[in-house]
């Protein structure tokens, strides 16, 4: 897969992250969990970041642009995600850590300890949370799943960034597509 171009100059550069397209990875809604020292007090780098979103996300050019602003301002060291045989999320941030030589744990569901369908999804969301032991999380568009991983990040203290913002979470609360 060809290497795409970062899109975020330097790491304080808001109006190159605006020019691209890029929603600013820096909001007051990721702040809780994690500071960065160039964005707060305190600081978080060689991070540990659990991506999740649906088995049917397929914008890897946002998928790849996000991750790349998040390494050049934090500092990836894992990527930890959920192994979807589907592909979607899970697979475009394993592809974007194998492209940029970042640790890639991955969480597929295991029958044997996660259970049967419907109950395997959520309880290998808590595998992932317990074993990866992520500092922070970016979640994408997705359904169920994604909603559940939401729910235990910010049950276990860490505030998911939701780069597109969570109407498609709350459209999926109520039933329909945002």
């Excluded at 020019?19 to 305190?42: N, R």
């Excluded at 045989?85 to 970042?102: I, Q, R, S, T, Y």
């Excluded at 559940?148 to 960034?161: E, F, H, K, N």
Aim: aromatic letters at 8%; hydrophobic letters at 40%; proline letters at 7%.
């Amino acid at each position: 897969m060809p290497r795409l171009p970062s899109v975020v100059g330097r790491a304080t550069d808001r109006k190159a992250g605006a020019e691209a397209g890029l929603p600013w990875a820096h909001t007051a809604e990721w702040a809780p969990s994690g500071a960065c020292s160039v964005c707060w007090e305190g600081g978080w780098h060689d991070v540990r970041l659990l991506v999740f979103g649906g088995r049917l996300y397929t914008d890897m050019v946002a998928v790849w642009r996000i991750l790349d602003a998040i390494h050049r301002k934090h500092g990836l060291t894992c990527v930890i995600d959920g192994a979807c045989p589907m592909g979607g999320a899970d697979l475009l941030a394993h592809e974007w850590a194998a492209e940029h030589n970042v640790v890639s744990e991955r969480y597929p569901v295991n029958h044997v300890t996660d259970g049967q369908w419907p109950g395997a999804g959520p309880m290998r969301n808590a595998r992932m949370l317990r074993d990866g032991k992520p500092d922070q999380a970016v979640g994408f568009p997705g359904d169920r799943g994604t909603r559940d991983m939401d729910r235990r990040c910010r049950v276990a203290g860490i505030v998911p960034w939701h780069p597109f913002g969570q109407a498609w979470l709350l459209a999926e609360e109520r039933g329909r597509q945002p």
